[in-house]
């Protein structure tokens, strides 16, 4: 219908044309979050800051096993990283990405975290790797190859964080590129593939009724295909 038809129709039946949404008005209502988006994601983050704590505490033991060769280590470091995927994929709201990565990491450091305060700064950062993948989609693509690609840039800035931002490590320039790489390759398959994962699961069982991300188990492996 075009501008003209649509003008002709609304004073011919007013009380249609109220009815009907303008497509600012349709943005408005998949961008803004609902009280069901805050309430899901805060505890989303909540769990994930209580897993990171625990997580936190047998790294001591995990980090042991790559005593051999620690640029390895962050291979296993997308643990720190689902949050923020996990909580775009279920959320699909500007800002879910980063909110839950965020508050992931203010839970842990407030249970404790071994590195204190820096984990807000690396979560942050870390969600924003994520956030800048949905964003440049959209908010519409919530694929796998999607998710992938957000946990993979998740990694990717979390490595660079505790190298150029949070410099905690010293490393020679090839092993700095190890350690990024395994960061980032960690981000993608941790964070990303079973993240997206995890979300066709939860849309499976129903619990995300009120959710954007209701029928993502039924939405394309691969394109650009988005349930609503």
């Given at each position: ?27 408005a ?28 505490l ?6 042991g ?17 689902f ?20 508050v ?23 969600g924003?790797g ?12 919530f ?15 979390g ?12 490393y ?12 980032t ?10 993240m997206?994962?995890?979300t ?6 129903s ?8 029928r ?11 349930g609503?």
């Amino acid at each position: 219908m075009s501008s003209t038809d649509a003008s002709k129709a609304s004073k011919k039946d007013p009380q249609r044309a109220a009815a009907t949404p303008s497509p600012t008005t349709r943005s408005a209502k998949t961008t803004r979050w609902s009280v069901s988006d805050i309430v899901v994601a805060s505890t989303l983050a909540v769990a994930a800051g209580v897993i990171f704590w625990g997580w936190n505490l047998s790294y001591q033991v995990i980090g042991g096993l790559f005593a051999a060769y620690p640029p390895m280590a962050t291979i296993v470091h997308g643990m720190w990283l689902f949050p923020g995927v996990l909580g775009a994929l279920i959320i699909r709201k500007p800002g879910a990405a980063i909110y839950c990565e965020l508050v992931a990491a203010v839970v842990s450091a407030l249970l404790g975290s071994q590195w204190g305060l820096t984990v807000l700064s690396s979560g942050f950062v870390q969600g924003l790797g994520a956030e800048l993948i949905f964003l440049a989609f959209l908010y519409r693509r919530f694929t796998l190859d999607t998710a992938v690609l957000a946990g993979a840039l998740s990694g990717f800035f979390g490595g660079a964080t505790y190298h150029w931002i949070i410099p905690m490590y010293a490393y020679a320039p090839l092993e700095t590129a190890v350690h990024i790489g395994c960061f980032t390759l960690s981000g993608a398959i941790i964070a990303g593939a079973l993240m997206w994962v995890a979300t066709r699961g939860l849309a499976a069982t129903s619990v995300l009724g009120p959710l954007a991300s209701r029928r993502a188990h039924r939405e394309p492996v691969v394109g650009s295909g988005a349930g609503r």
